[in-house]
Structures are given as structure tokens and as C-alpha cells.
Nanobody, 113 residues
Framework: VQLQASGGGLVQAGGSLRLSCTASRSIFSSDVAWYRQAPGRERELVAS???????TYADFVKGRFTISRDNPKKTAYLQMNSLKPDDTAVYYCNMYWTPRNYWGQGTQVTVSS
């Protein structure tokens, strides 16, 4: 299974970006998550959406980011609004089909102040 992440870039503080993650197989039964890793820091969970479409968010993105999925398109999204310089990181998508996890290649998000 291959995951292709896209949508990162450079944006000013307060701006928005939408990340996409497209899988090479059906995502209908998968759980999806976005993680991020800033330089010198550990990878951390940003948001997740399960196969039943229930969602969870890290406290630091609640109210600003929205995770969603389009199963027919085999794609998951992370809409990021009100971006802050602290959101600068490489963002990774993750999909889980029992019993394995798969990772995308990462997409860089840089937020300037």
C-alpha cells in the first residue's frame, strides 16, 4: 500500500492549508491519522478519523484543524486554518488496516510570523 501526501507549503500566520493523503487501495475500512514532526521534536498525533468517521484532535489544533475523508476518492484530508508558526513541521498521514500501519512520505508545512 502506498500513501501519497500533498498540500504542504509556506503560509503566513493566520493562513490556511489543506493537506491530502491518497491511498493506493480502498480506505473504506481504514483508520486514518495525521501526525507531525518538528525539528528536534518527537512525532505527535494531530488528528484521527476512524472508519466510522468518529474524530479526535490534539488539544493544540482543536477548533482550527478539521480531518475528513472521502472514501470513493481513497483520500483523507486535513484542513488547517488559523495557522501558527508553532504548526511548522513535516506532516505525515497514517492509515491502518488490520494489522498494519502505513505511512505517507510527509509534506512540509512552514508558517511564517
Amino acid at each position: 500500500v502506498q500513501l501519497q501526501a500533498s498540500g504542504g507549503g509556506l503560509v503566513q500566520a493566520g493562513g490556511s492549508l489543506r493537506l491530502s493523503c491518497t491511498a493506493s487501495r480502498s480506505i473504506f475500512s481504514s483508520d486514518v491519522a495525521w501526525y507531525r514532526q518538528a525539528p528536534g521534536r518527537e512525532r505527535e498525533l494531530v488528528a484521527s478519523i476512524l472508519s466510522d468517521r468518529s474524530t479526535t484532535y490534539a488539544d493544540f489544533v482543536k477548533g482550527r484543524f478539521t480531518i475528513s475523508r472521502d472514501n470513493p476518492k481513497k483520500t483523507a484530508y486535513l484542513q488547517m486554518n488559523s495557522l501558527k508558526p508553532d504548526d511548522t513541521a513535516v506532516y505525515y498521514c497514517n492509515m491502518y488496516w488490520t494489522p498494519r500501519n502505513y505511512w505517507g512520505q510527509g509534506t512540509q508545512v512552514t508558517v511564517s510570523s
